[in-house]
Every structure is written in C-alpha cells, then in structure tokens.
C-alpha cells in the first residue's frame, strides 16, 4: 500500500507518516520499483497503535518505548497520565472560571476586563492588605462577580480579610447567600464555619432563612453560629440551641445575651425561663453548666424565673444556690 493510500485510510497526512519514518516509529516494509515507499498490512496496524497511544495524551517518544522496549511498564506511565491530565484540567477549569466571573462583571471594554482581572488576581494574593484592598475595591471601585467574593470569603483564614469581604459580599445582594449557602456542605469544618459567619452578616430575608436550616445542621459549631446570629435578629427558634450553648459553656455570656435581648418580649420571656429550668433540672447538666443556666436566668424578667431562682437558693449544689440568692438580691433591689 503506497504511502497516498496509507494516508487516506489511516487519517495520518503523507507529511506525518514522513515525521514517523523520521523518528523511527514506523518504516514502511519495502518499496516499490519507482522508489515509492510500500506499507504492509502491519505497517498499518502499527500506525493505527501510534495513532491510539497518542489519543491517550503520549508524546512520540513515549509511544516508541511503548511499542519497542520489552521492559516497559504502561501502568507507571499511565499513573503520570492522569497525573498531568488532573492538573490540565484544573487549570482549564481555573480559567472557565476567571472567563465566567469577567464575563459576569459585563465589561464595557477591555480597560473593565484589566481591572476586574487585577482585582480577581489580589483577591488571591498571598498578602493579607492586598486581599483586604481588593475586597474594599470590589464595592468602591470595580464591580466584582458575587461568585468570586463568596470563594474568596470561603477560603479567607485571615479575620480582618475576612471582614472586609464579608462587608462587600453584604454590599453586593444578589444570590450571595445562596452561594454562601453551599459552603454549609463543605467536607472541611472551617469552611463551614465561614459560611455560616457570612451569612450571619448577610442582611436579607434570604439568609434568615438559611440560618434557619442551619439550626439542624449536622455540625455543632455551625448551629451554634446560627443560632447567634437568629437571636440577634430576635427569632425564637434559636433558644433551643443558645440554651444548650450556655449549658455546654460554648459562648456561653453571647449566648445569655442573645436570650436576655429575646426575653425582652414578654410573650417569650416564659419560654426562655421555663426552657433553662428544663435544662437545669435535665440529668448531665453538670455542676458548671447548672450554674451557668441559673447565671442566665437574672436577665430574664417576670415571675416565672424569679419562682424558679427561689428553689434554686436551696439547691443542693451550693454554688448553685449561692448564685441563685445573690441574682434573688438584685431582682429584689431593682424592683
């Protein structure tokens, strides 16, 4: 088969099948009486394995030791494969990434691209004030994707960074907390933590409701947050959690804060207190957490607490009653 025919078939050019010759790879069995190079049936059937090897990501050389060296290993060679076929894609899809965000930005014309592409490059900078110059320039001077200000949040370690792009996530709306949001599902636990920090600072309906979710969500430290940050925005489902956080002594004094700032309504005042009596009396409260609940109960009006702060001042532990007779003596002096 001449080298026109071998090209047609195989889908290789005469010039590649050439190049192959060149190198070694393929040499053509024979040649005919005007000099023209022949191809054999295994002539062929060695350019289609070239052919396929290549397919793999090979280079040249490698595909001749494949075929040629007895010795060689395919396993450890596909090993590296796989290896620079991940980083290839990861770069690609770091690329999809930064394209999307720009195009996101909607530029007007190339000086917008060079300054969203600068500020996406400060947001990962390795300096902690470039990064936190960036954040602020994200509201102030280049509109930045929402996207990459929730990436960078989520990766942030340094805290006041992480304020700062807190604050410009807060000032960007859009579907920021619910992109926060997914950083909940995140396998690595700080990550979580950030996400539900963010949201706590995340003004709208929207997070509220997220935070929410979170109360159940199966990380302790995650529904701890949540439940800070709902108290502080008066809503009740979180006293369930704040009252187990001052019982665990886990920001416990926030925690205290975020109910006596609950019991400021009456409707709910009975609630709290009745919910610390529960806890205090509950079996493996222990005796600091017992003290702490009872500590608790002095922000919290009505009569409910005071009843409950009067048996208390009996209380076998006698830290406990101590505690209880003392806030028993401001309640008295204040009213």
């Known amino acids: 088969m001449l080298i026109g025919d071998v090209a047609r078939r195989s889908g290789v050019s005469a010039r590649m099948l050439r190049h192959y010759e060149a190198l070694g790879l393929v040499r053509p069995t024979g040649r005919t009486d005007s000099g023209y190079r022949e191809y054999s049936a295994d002539d062929v059937r060695r350019i289609f394995h070239i052919e396929s090897l290549r397919s793999l990501g090979l280079s040249l050389r490698d595909v001749g030791r494949a075929l040629d060296d007895p010795g060689f290993k395919p396993s450890e060679l596909v090993d590296d494969l796989i290896g620079r076929t991940r980083e290839r894609i990861a770069a690609e899809t770091e690329l999809l990434t930064r394209l999307n965000r720009i195009g996101a930005a909607d530029p007007a014309g190339w000086e917008d691209v060079l300054q969203v592409v600068t500020l996406l490059q400060a947001l990962g900078s390795k300096s902690a004030r470039t990064r936190q110059r960036a954040a602020l320039s994200a509201v102030e001077e280049v509109p930045v994707p929402v996207e990459a200000l929730v990436e960078a949040v989520?990766?942030?370690?340094?805290?006041?960074?992480?304020?700062?792009?807190?604050?410009?996530?807060?000032?960007?709306?859009?579907?920021?907390?619910?992109?926060?949001?997914?950083?909940?599902?995140?396998?690595?636990?700080?990550?979580?933590?950030?996400?539900?920090?963010?949201?706590?600072?995340?003004?709208?309906?929207?997070?509220?409701?997220?935070?929410?979710?979170?109360?159940?969500?199966?990380?302790?430290?995650?529904?701890?947050?949540?439940?800070?940050?709902?108290?502080?925005?008066?809503?009740?489902?979180?006293?369930?959690?704040?009252?187990?956080?001052?019982?665990?002594?886990?920001?416990?004094?926030?925690?205290?804060?975020?109910?006596?700032?609950?019991?400021?309504?009456?409707?709910?005042?009975?609630?709290?207190?009745?919910?610390?009596?529960?806890?205090?009396?509950?079996?493996?409260?222990?005796?600091?957490?017992?003290?702490?609940?009872?500590?608790?109960?002095?922000?919290?009006?009505?009569?409910v607490p005071s009843h409950a702060l009067a048996d208390l001042a009996h209380d076998e532990d006698r830290a406990v009653a101590l505690t209880a007779t003392y806030i028993l003596g401001l309640r008295g002096a204040r009213g």
Not at 203 to 219: E, I, K
Not at 259 to 264: D, V
Not at 265 to 277: C, F, K, N, S, Y
């Open 154 to 303: 989520l990766n942030e370690s340094d805290p006041i960074v992480a304020g700062a792009l807190r604050w410009a996530l807060a000032q960007s709306g859009g579907d920021g907390p619910a992109l926060v949001a997914e950083g909940l599902g995140s396998a690595r636990a700080e990550v979580r933590e950030r996400a539900v920090r963010t949201l706590a600072e995340l003004p709208d309906d929207t997070a509220g409701a997220l935070l929410r979710d979170a109360l159940a969500h199966p990380d302790v430290t995650v529904r701890r947050y949540a439940a800070l940050a709902l108290g502080a925005r008066g809503v009740t489902d979180a006293v369930p959690t704040l009252i187990d956080m001052i019982a665990d002594g886990r920001h416990d004094t926030d925690a205290a804060d975020a109910l006596g700032a609950l019991a400021a309504d009456p409707a709910q005042a009975d609630r709290i207190a009745t919910g610390l009596v529960d806890r205090l009396t509950r079996a493996g409260a222990g005796s600091l957490g017992r003290r702490r609940l009872t500590e608790a109960l002095a922000d919290i009006p009505g009569d």
